[in-house]
């Protein structure tokens, strides 16, 4: 146990798990958007793969890294237009729609990159984002290096949540898009939109799950190589169910999902690890999600019209 | 603008617009090949040598369909009742380590015992991983999507730990791979000298009965009221759950069938590069089937066709092999969209 609690008593474990979170964060909150104005966006997987790619190539063909960043924002949300385009007007399955985006993305991406580098076998490097120690509060122990000593976009991670609660619960806009998840025939009444405001949320929603994609490629991994994103977008998914659908719950739990990631990664290297396969490990990401679902089944407040198509003029 | 029901539609939209949607498939896939600097004639015609040109490509071909055929019958008879599977991948893997558990000597039955048994405990398995997610969602209330998603690691790292550990096999060299099936564990082929095995006949023998179930039975009409309207069916005095459970079951046995016929009938042994996503392409393989049984074998050939034939045209002519799994998902989503289109009218109002 003693090894354990050194873990959990070391700063770069925290700030290990604020960067496993972050990912996560932004895509989470892009799911989020999605479903809370009625659309599931099961595209979040092959999106990401998208981003990460999107990213890391403009920055590689010597582009900025913000510029990267808001490539991989348009990428995302050219996808989302499809998405949206499918789902939202034409009505089509979202589970269908969303499991065809994800292989559309992810497959294009692959093509693109062995386009752009047919014989590489070692992915390059990029010069990524570097971590920006916040003056004093980086001081703080513990505390200090892993919430403040972080790259930009980690902070406009958390910052993003923030925004993104403000928007949905302080806003028209907000009271807009989440009235469209819930009542679409009562949005209608009041003569807004219902197909803009999902597709627009579907639009930002894919556009900020790009950007949890750049985050591997451009502050973590600092390359692109096929099988990256290994299953994030389905974890963030589990995530937007375990935060019942508000930001910050679904921040906590993003968290907590980093905390057990990072807590695996370094049990594999002490005693523990040396007697239990590191499979096991592996597997407790995904085992982890599968248990949040259980537990906030009963409790979930799933959006009223979630995956329900809003066609005017039908009763 | 807004959707319009059409009551009885033409013939002309029932056969234009999904023709639009292949038209549409394969010109994005001949962009693809001219971005890629190649002639898009060239490249198409190169797919089509490499899917049917020769009797070794359409073999190739068919066996590459007869996994897909199995987990795309499990995911049509799972998307039937509106169950969504998307756990095929994990539950082919739950299949093939019961063929290598049980084919690699430690029975010695002879072939007609032995090959049954392998195919019933595949089955048994498979139904067991979907039950799991199915009885969290009619239990609990939990989206099967997810659960059945993530089911699919933790099932690859589990085979992975296995093949790593106890099943590894001694004589592999270091490899993670399981031992050798022994000889009366193996498929044979069904004309001797020609590289398809038994495992494509027995994928056809499902397909008919899927299609029996679907079409002739109570079960089968049960499952299509369910999927339906699931409250329509509750208040005819459906067993819902049941149903839901029932077709958990149906649908893990097919998709592991995939692994049994992989295993026994092709590789010979388990290793983690068994299956490139052949329970993910299932979903394709289903909806471009429009979920019927006799349809999924034709769209299976079609898709391991296309597969098959980018591997070769990709050697050929430098297009990467991805162009495949783009150009199939592309005609998944136009193919949707069309079908959509056949039924419904565009207002602009």
């Given at each position: 146990?003693?090894?354990v609690?050194?873990?959990?008593?070391?700063?770069?474990?925290?700030?290990?798990?604020?960067?496993?979170?972050?990912?996560?964060?932004?895509?989470?909150?892009?799911?989020?958007?999605?479903?809370?104005?009625?659309?599931?966006?099961?595209?979040?997987?092959?999106?990401?793969?998208?981003?990460?790619?999107?990213?890391?190539?403009?920055?590689?063909?010597?582009?900025?890294?913000?510029?990267?960043?808001?490539?991989?924002?348009?990428?995302?949300?050219?996808?989302?237009l499809?998405?949206?385009?499918?789902?939202?007007?034409?009505?089509?399955s979202?589970?269908?729609?969303?499991?065809?985006?994800?292989?559309?993305?992810?497959?294009?991406?692959?093509?693109?990159?062995?386009?752009?580098?047919?014989?590489?076998?070692?992915?390059?490097?990029?010069?990524?984002?570097?971590?920006?120690?916040?003056?004093?509060?980086?001081?703080?122990?513990?505390?200090?290096?892993?919430?403040?000593?972080?790259?930009?976009?980690?902070?406009?991670?958390?910052?993003?949540?923030?925004?993104?609660?403000?928007?949905?619960?302080?806003?028209?806009?907000?009271?807009?898009?989440?009235?469209?998840?819930?009542?679409?025939?009562?949005?209608?009444?009041?003569?807004?939109?219902?197909?803009?405001?999902?597709?627009?949320?579907?639009?930002?929603?894919?556009g900020?799950?790009?950007?949890?994609?750049?985050?591997?490629?451009?502050?973590?991994?600092?390359?692109?190589?096929?099988?990256?994103?290994?299953?994030?977008?389905?974890?963030?998914?589990?995530?937007?169910?375990?935060?019942?659908?508000?930001p910050?719950?679904?921040?906590?739990?993003?968290?907590?999902?980093?905390?057990f990631?990072?807590?695996?990664?370094?049990?594999q290297?002490t005693?523990?690890?040396?007697?239990?396969?590191?499979?096991?490990?592996?597997?407790?990401?995904?085992v982890?999600?599968?248990?949040?679902?259980?537990?906030?089944?009963?409790?979930?407040?799933?959006?009223?019209?979630?995956?329900?198509?809003?066609?005017?003029?039908?009763? | 603008?807004r959707?319009?029901?059409?009551?009885?539609?033409?013939?002309?939209?029932?056969?234009?617009?999904?023709?639009?949607?292949?038209?549409?498939?394969?010109?994005?896939?001949?962009?693809?090949?001219?971005?890629?600097?190649?002639?898009?004639?060239?490249?198409?015609?190169?797919?089509?040598?490499?899917?049917?040109?020769?009797?070794?490509?359409?073999?190739?071909?068919?066996?590459?369909a007869?996994?897909?055929?199995?987990?795309?019958?499990?995911?049509?008879?799972?998307?039937?009742?509106?169950?969504?599977?998307?756990?095929?991948?994990?539950?082919?893997?739950?299949?093939?380590?019961?063929?290598?558990?049980?084919?690699?000597?430690?029975?010695?039955?002879?072939?007609?015992?032995?090959?049954?048994?392998?195919?019933?405990?595949?089955?048994l398995?498979?139904?067991?991983?979907?039950?799991?997610?199915?009885?969290?969602?009619?239990?609990?209330?939990?989206?099967?999507?997810?659960?059945?998603?993530?089911?699919?690691?933790?099932?690859?790292?589990?085979?992975?730990?296995?093949?790593?550990?106890?099943?590894?096999?001694?004589?592999?060299?270091?490899?993670?791979?399981?031992?050798?099936?022994?000889?009366?564990?193996?498929?044979?082929?069904?004309?001797?000298?020609?590289?398809?095995?038994?495992?494509?006949?027995?994928?056809?023998?499902?397909?008919?009965?899927?299609?029996?179930?679907?079409?002739?039975?109570?079960?089968?009409?049960?499952?299509?009221?369910?999927?339906?309207?699931?409250?329509?069916?509750?208040?005819?005095?459906?067993?819902?759950?049941?149903?839901?459970?029932?077709?958990?079951?149906?649908?893990?046995?097919?998709?592991?069938?995939?692994?049994?016929?992989?295993?026994?009938?092709?590789?010979?042994?388990?290793?983690?590069?068994?299956?490139?996503?052949?329970?993910?392409?299932?979903?394709?393989?289903?909806?471009?089937?429009?979920?019927?049984?006799?349809?999924?074998?034709?769209?299976?050939?079609?898709?391991?066709?296309?597969?098959?034939?980018?591997?070769?045209?990709?050697?050929?002519?430098?297009?990467?092999?991805?162009?495949?799994?783009?150009?199939?998902?592309?005609?998944?989503?136009t193919?949707?969209?069309?079908?959509?289109?056949?039924?419904?009218?565009?207002?602009?109002?």
């Amino acid at each position: 146990m003693g090894e354990v609690l050194e873990i959990f008593l070391s700063a770069s474990f925290w700030a290990a798990v604020i960067r496993i979170a972050s990912p996560l964060i932004f895509a989470t909150m892009g799911e989020l958007i999605c479903e809370r104005a009625g659309v599931l966006n099961l595209g979040i997987e092959g999106i990401m793969v998208v981003g990460a790619f999107a990213g890391w190539m403009t920055v590689y063909s010597g582009g900025g890294l913000w510029t990267g960043v808001l490539v991989a924002m348009l990428a995302g949300m050219l996808f989302g237009l499809l998405h949206g385009t499918l789902t939202v007007p034409f009505g089509l399955s979202q589970h269908v729609v969303g499991l065809g985006i994800t292989l559309l993305a992810t497959a294009s991406a692959y093509f693109a990159y062995r386009l752009a580098l047919p014989r590489v076998t070692t992915p390059p490097r990029i010069e990524a984002f570097q971590p920006l120690p916040i003056p004093i509060l980086s001081d703080i122990p513990l505390i200090g290096p892993a919430l403040f000593h972080q790259t930009p976009l980690t902070y406009l991670a958390f910052v993003l949540v923030g925004v993104v609660s403000f928007v949905l619960f302080r806003t028209p806009l907000g009271l807009a898009l989440r009235a469209a998840g819930e009542n679409p025939a009562a949005v209608a009444a009041q003569g807004l939109s219902v197909t803009a405001l999902r597709m627009g949320a579907v639009m930002v929603g894919s556009g900020l799950m790009a950007v949890g994609g750049a985050f591997l490629t451009m502050s973590a991994f600092n390359s692109f190589f096929f099988e990256m994103v290994n299953g994030r977008g389905w974890i963030c998914i589990a995530l937007v169910v375990f935060g019942a659908w508000m930001p910050g719950k679904a921040l906590l739990g993003a968290v907590l999902f980093g905390m057990f990631d990072a807590l695996q990664i370094r049990l594999q290297q002490t005693s523990i690890g040396a007697d239990v396969p590191y499979q096991i490990f592996l597997m407790m990401p995904f085992v982890l999600s599968i248990l949040a679902l259980v537990i906030m089944s009963r409790r979930a407040s799933v959006p009223a019209a979630l995956m329900v198509p809003f066609n005017k003029g039908e009763r | 603008m807004r959707l319009e029901a059409i009551a009885r539609p033409s013939l002309g939209r029932l056969i234009g617009f999904p023709a639009i949607a292949l038209g549409l498939t394969v010109l994005f896939g001949s962009s693809l090949a001219l971005l890629a600097g190649a002639n898009p004639f060239q490249t198409l015609g190169l797919i089509l040598r490499g899917a049917a040109g020769s009797q070794f490509a359409l073999l190739e071909t068919l066996n590459r369909a007869t996994p897909l055929i199995f987990t795309g019958l499990a995911v049509a008879v799972a998307f039937r009742a509106k169950l969504w599977n998307i756990g095929a991948e994990a539950q082919l893997y739950a299949g093939a380590l019961m063929a290598v558990l049980l084919g690699t000597g430690a029975l010695g039955w002879p072939s007609g015992l032995l090959l049954p048994a392998m195919a019933g405990a595949a089955m048994l398995a498979g139904a067991l991983v979907l039950l799991g997610p199915a009885l969290l969602k009619t239990r609990l209330g939990v989206d099967e999507v997810v659960t059945t998603l993530l089911f699919n690691f933790i099932m690859l790292l589990f085979i992975s730990m296995l093949l790593e550990g106890p099943l590894k096999d001694p004589m592999g060299m270091g490899w993670p791979q399981s031992s050798r099936l022994v000889p009366e564990a193996r498929l044979p082929r069904i004309v001797d000298g020609l590289r398809l095995h038994w495992g494509f006949a027995l994928a056809l023998i499902a397909a008919v009965v899927v299609w029996v179930i679907q079409s002739r039975t109570t079960l089968g009409y049960e499952m299509r009221a369910v999927g339906q309207n699931r409250q329509a069916a509750e208040f005819a005095g459906i067993p819902v759950g049941r149903v839901i459970l029932k077709t958990a079951l149906l649908s893990g046995g097919l998709a592991a069938l995939a692994g049994f016929s992989e295993v026994a009938g092709l590789r010979g042994n388990l290793s983690l590069d068994l299956s490139p996503g052949f329970g993910y392409t299932g979903i394709i393989v289903a909806m471009l089937a429009l979920l019927n049984p006799i349809g999924v074998v034709i769209s299976a050939i079609f898709v391991a066709g296309v597969f098959v034939g980018a591997d070769s045209m990709s050697r050929a002519a430098g297009v990467p092999t991805y162009i495949a799994n783009i150009m199939l998902a592309t005609a998944l989503l136009t193919m949707v969209l069309a079908i959509a289109l056949t039924r419904f009218r565009v207002r602009w109002d």
